[in-house]
């Protein structure tokens, strides 16, 4: 029996398939690297190919006899889904749809899937459980709810159980500095601190340093990409052992601020991270964290790792990939 991983040449996903490997399960990775890297994957088998491609979905999940699906597979951009949402619809929602058609042909009926704190918007409340509002404010969000409901429904018509695992922040890489995240394309705060640090770019934007916080930047959930990795394993093993869907925030259920991640940052590089203020973005809230109390209840998962790790081993990442 293997896991079929969606995207397991991206960030989450090359970490998740590290540990499922290390762990002593099979693994099968669909990935077309139109935004992973082969290298990533450390030698984890690969097909390389699109989850839109149902009939090679349905194929993969035969000849490897797949027992359940992590779907990372996805494109992420805010601000390309804005500009391109054809993309966002064809690609995340379409090619969910053809990821489940192909895997329910298979009898595959089990199924995790990455989404995201951003179907909450701009929350009115934090920290943020589960039940509160859904409010997406861009096309990306927008997808990500809508696949989860797609699941939900497979759930209804053909017995297909998920967990969506909506996730706060991302960040961090691998504590060995084997794996870590791309940054040529991210928007992420994280990676852009590093490239500021490591004296790849400019200063750092900050937007917005009015908002009613402790030193009036935004403050949001970090949580250690291989925090993320754990989660999925166990969300793998409570659909095998029969558990009903659900889903469930994995965030820290402690809020940062942009400054300290700054602060922390200059700590580890030696000296001071350069970085200009900014106007705010539109849309932007001040504070978003999570309640992660569910995802222990349910999965018996908490997360380990602290803001310090997430910036120790990002900044040993990307200094190891300047110097390479
Ligand atoms: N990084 C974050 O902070 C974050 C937060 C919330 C949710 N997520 C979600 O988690 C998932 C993984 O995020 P990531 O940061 O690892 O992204 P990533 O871009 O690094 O990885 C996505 C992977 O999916 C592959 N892919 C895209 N479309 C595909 C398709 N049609 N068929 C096959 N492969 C395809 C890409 O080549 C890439 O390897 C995404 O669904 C993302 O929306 C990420």
Redesign the pocket.
């Known amino acids: 029996m293997a896991i079929l991983v969606?995207?397991?040449?991206?960030?989450?996903?090359?970490h998740t398939v590290r540990l499922l490997r290390a762990l002593g399960r099979e693994v099968i990775v669909?990935?077309?690297?139109?935004?992973?890297?082969k290298k990533a994957l450390l030698g984890a088998e690969l097909i390389v190919?699109?989850?839109?491609d149902e009939a090679l979905v349905e194929k993969t999940c035969r000849q490897h006899n797949v027992s359940a699906i992590i779907?990372?597979?996805?494109?992420?951009s805010v601000g390309e889904s804005m500009s391109s949402p054809g993309m966002y619809w064809n690609?995340?929602v379409a090619?969910t749809v053809h990821l489940a058609e192909g895997a329910l042909a298979a009898g595959v009926q089990q199924m995790v899937f990455?989404?995201?704190?951003?179907v909450y918007g701009n929350p009115r409340t934090t920290p943020i459980a589960e039940d509160a509002e859904i409010r997406p404010e861009n096309v990306?969000a927008e997808s990500?709810a809508t696949m989860e409901r797609v699941l939900s429904w497979y759930g209804e018509t053909h017995d297909l159980r998920s967990v969506s695992l909506?996730?706060?922040?991302?960040?961090g890489a691998s504590l060995d500095g084997v794996i870590g995240?791309?940054w040529s394309v991210t928007t992420?705060l994280v990676p852009l601190v590093m490239k500021a640090a490591l004296g790849v770019s400019g200063p750092v934007q900050v937007f917005g340093n009015d908002y009613p916080t402790p030193d009036g930047t935004g403050i949001r959930d970090y949580i250690h990409v291989e925090d993320l990795a754990r989660a999925h394993v166990a969300a793998l093993d409570y659909l095998a052992a029969g558990g009903a869907s659900t889903t469930l925030n994995l965030g820290t259920g402690v809020g940062s601020s942009v400054i300290d991640i700054l602060d922390r940052t200059a700590n580890e590089a030696g000296h001071e991270v350069p970085y200009e203020i900014v106007e705010r973005r539109v849309g932007d809230p001040a504070v978003v964290f999570a309640d992660p109390s569910a995802a222990e209840r349910v999965l018996g998962w908490t997360s380990k790792l602290t803001l310090d790790d997430i910036v120790q081993s990002a900044h040993a990442w990307h200094a190891s990939q300047v110097s390479n």
């Open positions: 969606t995207g397991g040449a991206g960030f989450i996903g090359s669909l990935d077309s690297l139109e935004r992973g890297h190919g699109s989850i839109n779907h990372f597979a996805a494109y992420k690609n995340n090619g990455s989404s995201s704190a951003s990306y990500k909506r996730y706060f922040n991302a960040a995240e791309n992420n």
